[in-house]
Nanobody, 124 residues
């Protein structure tokens, strides 16, 4: 069993930046892939970005490529998502995810563990 707790969401103006953090506990964090999904009401939870266990391989959805940077600190059991040039369409609840499979599944139906989510609102 793994527990994931996100933080760092909030209200930001279009063009601004923020960094989401995810603290993991309960399972050997350093052996799992990790990542971020997001969801708006009425829509499926969608893949944003993931990172392999070592931090050497990263993946991004086309919608955030060039504006997002995912990273992890295995010594601190933390995953981060830095986002810049935010757009109103980035508004969503962002969920931290972990899975023993590498790479992290990009279909939310197959992801093993989730955080509770953190709201990101980008105003125009």
């Amino acid at each position: 069993q793994v527990q994931l707790i996100e933080s760092g969401g909030g209200l930001v103006q279009a063009g601004g930046s923020l960094r989401l953090s995810c603290a993991a506990s309960g399972r050997t964090f350093s052996s799992d892939s990790a990542g971020w999904f997001r969801q708006v009401p009425g829509r499926e939870r969608e893949f944003v970005s993931s990172i392999d266990w070592s931090g050497n391989r990263t993946y991004y959805d086309q919608s955030v490529k060039g504006r997002a940077t995912i990273s992890r600190d295995n010594a601190k059991n933390m995953v981060y998502l830095q986002m810049t040039a935010l757009k109103p369409e980035d508004t969503a609840v962002y969920f931290c995810a972990m899975d023993p499979f590498d790479p992290l599944p990009d279909d939310s139906d197959y992801v093993d563990s989730w955080g509770q989510g953190t709201q990101v609102t980008v105003s125009s």
